[in-house]
C-alpha cells in the first residue's frame, strides 16, 4: 500500500501549498519541505524492507512491491503500481534532489511561492509516478503530466534577467518537442495493445501482458521507434535537443535541478523498463545506430560546452554529453554496463544537480551568468570556488567520484562487446576536461573581468553550504561504496538484459 503513497504525498501536498500562500509566504515552502522529506522517508523505508535480490524466473519480472486497481476495466486499463531495484533507485533519488530543490528556491522565488510550490511538487508527483506505473496507458498519463508544470516553472519563474518572451519562448519549445514526441509515443502505445488485441482477443495496457505480443518484424520496427522517438527528445539525443539548452538557461535553478537531475533519468529509465524489453528484436537491430548517436551526442554536447559563455547553458551541454554514455550503455546488452548506465544516472543527477546549485549561487552574488564578465573569482568568496572545482572535475569522472565509478563500468562493459565504439567515445572524456577546465579558468581565475567580480562577495549561507555539502558526500560515497546501489539494481537489470540479449547477438555490428 506504500506505493501509491508515494504518488499521492506530492500531489496533495503541492495543493496545500497553493491553498496556504494566504497564511504567509514562508508557510508553502515548509509544506513542500516536508511534502518531499516524507517522500524521501518512504522510498528509504522501501529500500530497507530489501527483497531486491529476487532470482528472475524465465524473463519474468519480479516486483518487491506491486499495487493494482480496476480503473477501466472495459480496455484492461488499470492503476497498476510496481517497483524493483531500478525503479526505486530512480524514486528515491527524486525524493532527494525534490527535497534540495525546494531547498535551492528557498529565497529565489519572490511571487506566487504557493503556485510554484504546486508545480514543483506536481513535476516530481508525476516522474515518481513514471516510474512505477507499469501500466502502459498510466504511465503515459504521468509522461505526459509533468510537462505542464514544468511549462509553467520557465514561464513564470525563469531568468530573471530576460524578458517574459524569451522565458515563454523556451518554455513552449520545451512543451511542443516533449508534447509531439509524446504523441508519437501514445500512438505506438495503442498499436501495440492494438496488434496484442488482434492476436489473443484481449484488450489489454498490461505491461507484463504486453511483453509477449506476437507481432512482425516490421511492425516491432515502427513501434520501436516510435518509442525510442519520445525517449531520445527526453534524454536527450542529438539531433533531438533542441529544447534542452534553452529550458536550462530560462528554468530557476529548482528547475534545472529537476531537469537535468530527474527528468532526463525518465528517458534512460523507459528504455530500459519499456523499448528493449516490448521490442527485443527490433532494438537489437537499431542497436547500431543508437550507440552511434550516443558517440555523437558525447562530441557534440562537450564541444557545444566548450563554447559557451553563458555558464548556465555549457553545464546543460554536458548533460548531452554524459547521457551519450548511458545511451550507448543501454544498447551494449552488457550486464556489466546496465550497472554502470544505473550508477552513472545516480551520479550524473547528483553531480549536475550540484552545478546548477552553485550556478544559482553565482547569480544571486554576481547578477550574470556571462564567464566574460567574471574572473578571478577564486579568492573573493568562500567555499564556492573550491566547491565548484570539486563538482566540475567530478563531472569528467575523476576517480573517487560516483561518475568515475559509472563511466569505467560503462566503458569497460561496452568494450567487451562493441570495442571501436567505446574506443572513440573514451576520447570524449578528454573533451569534458577542456570544457570543465576552461569553465573554471573563465569563472574563477585570471584577472576580474568586471566592477562586481572585483570586490569582495558575500559567502555561502549555512543552507547553501548544507545542500552543496550534501551533495558532495553522497558522490563520495557512491566513487568508494557502490555496492549497496550495485546489489539494489543487479536482479532488475539481469532480467532486461535476458530479454534483449538473445536477440542482440545476432544483431551487432
Given at each position: 500500500m506504500l506505493l501509491p503513497w508515494l504518488i499521492l504525498i506530492p500531489f496533495i501536498g503541492g495543493f496545500l501549498c497553493?491553498?496556504?500562500?494566504?497564511?504567509?509566504?514562508?508557510?508553502?515552502r515548509w509544506i513542500a519541505l516536508i511534502t518531499m522529506g516524507l517522500t524521501l522517508a518512504l522510498g528509504l523505508q522501501l529500500w530497507l524492507q530489501g527483497g531486491y535480490s529476487l532470482t528472475q524466473s524465465a524473463g519474468i519480472p519480479q516486483w518487491q512491491s506491486e499495487f493494482v486497481l480496476p480503473w477501466i476495466p472495459r480496455f484492461g486499463i488499470s492503476i497498476h503500481l510496481a517497483l524493483d531495484g531500478l525503479s526505486l533507485l530512480m524514486v528515491v533519488l527524486t525524493g532527494l534532489l525534490g527535497v534540495l530543490a525546494v531547498l535551492c528556491s528557498w529565497r529565489e522565488i519572490e511571487k506566487y511561492q504557493g503556485f510554484f510550490h504546486l508545480n514543483l511538487m506536481w513535476i516530481l508527483g508525476g516522474v515518481i509516478g513514471v516510474f512505477l506505473a507499469i501500466d502502459m496507458f498510466l504511465f503515459f498519463f504521468f509522461w505526459e503530466m509533468m510537462l505542464v508544470p514544468m511549462y509553467f516553472l520557465i514561464a513564470l519563474w525563469g531568468h530573471k534577467a530576460s524578458d517574459g518572451k524569451t522565458r515563454i519562448t523556451a518554455a513552449t519549445k520545451f512543451f511542443i518537442y516533449t508534447q509531439a514526441s509524446g504523441l508519437v509515443m501514445l500512438i505506438a502505445i495503442l498499436a501495440l495493445v492494438f496488434v496484442h488485441y488482434n492476436a489473443t482477443g484481449v484488450w489489454t495496457f498490461n505491461y507484463e501482458e504486453l511483453l509477449n505480443t506476437p507481432m512482425s518484424h516490421?511492425?516491432?520496427?515502427?513501434?520501436?521507434?516510435?518509442?525510442?522517438?519520445?525517449?531520445?527528445?527526453?534524454?536527450?539525443?542529438?539531433?533531438?535537443?533542441?529544447?534542452?539548452?534553452?529550458?536550462?538557461?530560462?528554468?530557476?535553478?529548482?528547475g534545472s535541478v529537476d531537469l537535468a537531475g530527474i527528468l532526463l533519468k525518465t528517458a534512460a529509465y523507459g528504455l530500459l523498463r519499456f523499448s528493449l524489453p516490448l521490442f527485443p528484436n527490433a532494438s537489437a537491430e537499431f542497436a547500431p545506430i543508437a550507440m552511434w548517436l550516443g558517440v555523437i551526442g558525447i562530441f557534440y554536447g562537450a564541444w557545444m560546452a566548450f563554447t559557451q559563455y553563458d555558464i548556465k547553458r555549457l553545464i546543460a551541454y554536458t548533460s548531452v554529453s554524459h547521457m551519450g554514455f548511458v545511451l550507448i550503455a543501454i544498447y551494449t546488452g552488457s550486464q556489466l554496463a546496465y550497472q554502470g548506465a544505473v550508477i552513472q544516472m545516480i551520479a550524473h543527477g547528483l553531480s549536475a544537480a550540484g552545478l546548477f546549485i552553485l550556478c544559482g549561487q553565482l547569480y544571486e552574488r554576481l547578477h550574470t551568468r556571462d564567464m566574460r564578465m567574471m574572473g578571478g573569482l577564486w579568492g573573493k568568496m568562500k567555499w564556492l570556488p573550491a566547491l565548484s572545482m570539486f563538482f566540475a572535475v567530478a563531472t569528467l569522472g575523476m576517480p573517487g567520484t560516483g561518475n568515475f565509478v559509472g563511466e569505467f563500468m560503462i566503458l569497460f562493459g561496452s568494450y567487451q562487446v562493441?570495442?571501436?565504439?567505446?574506443?572513440?567515445?573514451?576520447?570524449?572524456?578528454?573533451?569534458?576536461?577542456?570544457?570543465?577546465?576552461?569553465?573554471?579558468?573563465?569563472a574563477y581565475f585570471g584577472k576580474a573581468k568586471s566592477q562586481i567580480a572585483s570586490v569582495e562577495l558575500p559567502g555561502m549561507s549555512l543552507r547553501e553550504l548544507f545542500i552543496i555539502l550534501l551533495l558532495v558526500v553522497l558522490l563520495v560515497l557512491l566513487g568508494f561504496y557502490p555496492q549497496p546501489i550495485l546489489d539494489t539494481s543487479h536482479s532488475a537489470m539481469s532480467n532486461i538484459q535476458q530479454w534483449f540479449v538473445n536477440s542482440v547477438t545476432t544483431t551487432r555490428p
Open positions: 497553493w491553498q496556504t500562500e494566504r497564511f504567509g509566504v514562508k508557510v508553502p516490421g511492425v516491432e520496427y515502427l513501434l520501436m521507434l516510435g518509442f525510442f522517438i519520445a525517449f531520445a527528445v527526453k534524454m536527450p539525443v542529438v539531433p533531438l535537443h533542441g529544447w534542452l539548452p534553452d529550458a536550462h538557461s530560462q528554468a530557476p535553478t529548482a562493441v570495442p571501436v565504439i567505446t574506443v572513440i567515445s573514451t576520447f570524449g572524456l578528454v573533451f569534458a576536461s577542456v570544457y570543465s577546465l576552461a569553465m573554471l579558468h573563465r
